[in-house]
């Protein structure tokens, strides 16, 4: 069983929102930083969001401005907000985790992430 459940995908129209979750009982996250990436069919998987153990974020330029990753480390989930979908930010969506105490994660490559979810789908279409 995956050590990460990702929660809240599924159909949207262009413009829509959705919220995505992720969830663990199985460590605590506050050592840990936490990323969200995404794949498309065909596509390599890329990097999203990430945030910091101490809550500093980073986006990829397609998702500036849309999208927003929280961490609500109380109760061991990771969110990421979606906001003006748009057809191209159709995916699977990961979220990840990596013990790492950086000041900020947008130096890290996702293959330095070690503990994974199984995804869940986004699909933007009208």
């Known amino acids: 069983q995956s050590q990460f459940v990702e929660s809240g995908g599924g159909l949207v129209q262009p413009g829509g929102s959705l919220r995505l979750t992720c969830a663990t009982s199985a460590l605590s996250l506050v050592p840990y930083m936490l990323g969200w990436f995404r794949q498309a069919p065909g596509k390599e998987r890329e990097g999203v969001s990430c945030?910091?153990?101490?809550?500093?974020?980073d986006y990829a330029d397609s998702v500036k401005g849309r999208f927003t990753i929280s961490r609500d480390n109380a109760k061991n989930i990771v969110y990421l907000q979606m906001n003006s979908l748009e057809p191209e930010d159709t995916g699977i969506y990961y979220c990840?985790?990596?013990?790492?105490?950086?000041?900020?994660?947008?130096?890290?490559?996702?293959?330095?992430?070690?503990?994974w979810g199984q995804g869940t789908q986004v699909t933007v279409s009208s």
């Open positions: 945030i910091s153990v101490y809550g500093l974020a």
């Open positions: 990840a985790a990596r013990r790492d105490s950086a000041y900020v994660c947008n130096d890290t490559p996702q293959n330095d992430y070690t503990d």
